[in-house]
């Protein structure tokens, strides 16, 4: 996904990728959530897990109305699911904060989700400005929006935790 270039001949190569992409954020969330020793984190990589099977959902249904009816049903992206675990709330955002700085684990987790998101929003943005269906076009900026959300998400919580990090250990490179 990253740098090498992906050619879709047909709608069906778009939304198998797609689907793939989301399968394997999935994976990752998962069995990041099986391995962390804390509970809020285990629940933050729980909540992220759950939309990437949201997205597969959703990617799978779409596909379907499309290719059962030629058509595309917005009402399918509107259909997505209620989140269980909000980080901004201040309580488990501090909650979540500490069981990161001490943890390598979830820190390094943390990292590769970054990478994942961008991967996942960029992969989404390059094929919308691909693809010549109007409707298929709009499906895929939904998805870059809503994985530039997540990855908003991880980059704020990876510079918080790093000037959290540097003030509690009185780094400053000045």
Do not use: C
């Not at 987790?109 to 400005?129: G, H, S």
């Amino acid at each position: 996904m990253s740098n090498r270039e992906i050619d879709f001949k047909t709608v069906e190569d778009v939304f198998k990728y797609a689907i793939l992409v989301e399968s394997r954020g999935y994976e990752f969330y998962r069995a990041t959530a099986e391995k962390t020793t804390n509970e809020t984190a285990r629940k933050f990589f729980e909540e992220f897990a759950e939309d990437e099977l949201d997205h597969k959902r959703i990617l799978a249904d779409l596909y379907k109305t499309w290719r059962d009816d030629s058509t595309w049903d917005e009402n399918i992206l509107k259909s997505g699911r209620e989140h269980g675990f909000d980080i901004h709330d201040p309580i488990l955002s501090a909650a979540f904060k500490k069981s990161l700085s001490t943890s390598t684990f979830d820190t390094t987790a943390l990292d590769i989700a970054i990478v994942l998101e961008k991967e996942a929003r960029d992969f989404y943005a390059n094929a919308a400005q691909k693809v010549e269906d109007a409707e298929l076009k709009k499906i895929l900026i939904w998805l870059s929006q809503f994985e530039d959300e997540h990855y908003d998400t991880m980059v704020k919580l990876h510079e918080s935790l790093r000037e959290e990090y540097w003030h509690d250990n009185s780094f400053w490179p000045f």
